[in-house]
Structures are given as C-alpha cells and as structure tokens.
C-alpha cells in the first residue's frame, strides 16, 4: 500500500495539467480579490455577496459549489481515468497488486488532488484580500484550525457532489465520457437543482442534507464546528456509498 501511495504521489507532482490547473485557481484568486477591492466603499458590495477581509474571502471561495464540483470532477478525470487510458492500473494489476489496496490509493489521490487544485484558491484570496484590504481576524490556532477543518470539509463535499461522476469514472474509464457526463449531470443539473433550492424553501431543506446544499448550508450557520461536522458526515456517507459501488465495479471489471 506504502509503495501505491508513494507512486500516486509521484504522479500527482509530475502531472502538467494539474500543476496548470492549479496556476490557473491562483489567478482566479487574483483576479477575484482585485473585483473586491474595486468594490471597497460601494453601497451595491453587499447585495453582490462581496466581501472583503481575508477571513472572509477564503470562505466564500469554500462556498463556490460550481467551482469545487468542477475542481473535484477535473480531479477524478485525472486520477482515475488518467490511469486506466494510459494502462498504469492494468500494469499494476498484471505485476501482483491487488485491487482493493490500488483503490484505497486512488481514492487518497483524488482527496490529494482536489486539495491541491482548491487550496490556491482559498488560500490565495485569503492572502492576497488580507495584505490589501485586511485580515478582519486575529491569527490564532483556533481561527487556523477552523480554516483548515472547513477547508478539509469543502474538499470532501466537492467529492461527494460528483459521487456518480467517481461510479462512472471507473465503470467507462473514459476521459472524454465521464467529463461529460459529469458535467452534464453535477455542473448543469446539479446548478439547476441548486438554483430551485434556493427559491423554494421546502426544496432548499431537502438539498441542505445533500452535498449540492452543504456548502451553503455551513455559510448559513457561520460555519459554526456543528454545522462543518455535519457537513463532514454527510459528505462522508456520500462518497463512501459512491466508493462502494465505484469498488465493487473495480472489482468485477475486465481491463484490457
């Protein structure tokens, strides 16, 4: 498993199109921070949901649903996907490997892969909004580890938002058509859902116990510890029910 682990990780710091993809969250972050400052002193900053402190920009970036499902579906194509069109899994299986532990090892890939796509993002508006419009906090371990801890929560809901992306990832294995798909099914339909939460209150209940309503749902509650732990719980539950059905695909699959 040690050996898996470190060769994923190999893979991770070599890959181009995640390194680019993470220059590019940090430029969003950039361009982002430099609208809010544009905005310092307007009456219309608030109606736009602008904010302005480092604080509070690292979290509004965890609170970008379409964002972390694109992230996190850019992720599993990578990962996952990424691994089976080049043959790097059927070599693993070929040279004795079984294939519980190379999903164990891609499923920390992805959560590694995702964090390291997101945190330039986050981390980079908290920055860049900090040094010039101010942190709007002291900097002590409780503020950090409440960062962290939501920071560690979005990572994991942008996973189990595209739950069925990660089943289909291993049962096409296919670049092309789990994007797509992905796309198609979190990206569009997933949005529309989200917008008909957000006006009809019943509906908005019902997506606030699903991945597509956590990240709101913690915004809501001023990511208070309970509302990210049960965040964390549910995003868990979702994406290992997804794991398990994605496994035993793995399992059963024919790789040639």
Do not use: H
Not at 57 to 79: K, N, Q, W, Y
Not at 192 to 197: E, H, P, V
Not at 213 to 226: F, K, N, Q, V
């Amino acid at each position: 498993m040690n050996r898996l682990l470190q060769s994923e990780i190999s893979k991770l710091a070599q890959s181009r199109l995640l390194g680019a993809a993470s220059l590019l969250m940090l430029a969003l972050a950039a361009v982002t921070s430099l609208s809010a400052w544009s905005y310092r002193g307007s009456p219309g900053a608030a109606e736009l949901e602008i904010v302005f402190s480092g604080y509070d920009a690292f979290f509004a970036a965890l609170r970008d649903t379409p964002t972390l499902s694109l992230l996190a579906l850019l992720s599993i194509a990578v990962v996952v996907c990424g691994d089976f069109e080049n043959r790097t899994a059927q070599l693993k299986i070929a040279v004795g490997y079984r294939r519980a532990p190379i999903f164990l090892s891609k499923l920390a890939a992805l959560a590694a892969a995702d964090a390291l796509l997101l945190l330039p993002y986050a981390l980079g508006r908290a920055v860049i909004q900090g040094a010039l419009l101010g942190f709007g906090r002291p900097v002590t371990p409780e503020v950090l580890a409440a960062m962290a801890g939501t920071f560690l929560t979005a990572v994991l809901a942008g996973i189990a938002i595209n739950a069925v992306t990660l089943v289909l990832a291993f049962a096409l294995r296919r670049t092309v058509l789990v994007v797509g798909t992905g796309f198609c099914l979190v990206l569009l339909g997933g949005n529309a859902l989200a917008s008909f939460g957000a006006s009809i209150p019943w509906a908005g209940r019902i997506l606030a116990a699903t991945p597509l309503g956590l990240l709101r749902a913690m915004a809501a509650a001023s990511y208070a510890p309970s509302a990210v732990a049960r965040a964390f719980a549910i995003s868990a539950a979702w994406t290992a029910g997804a794991a398990l059905a994605a496994c035993r695909i793995f399992a059963k699959a024919e790789l040639k």
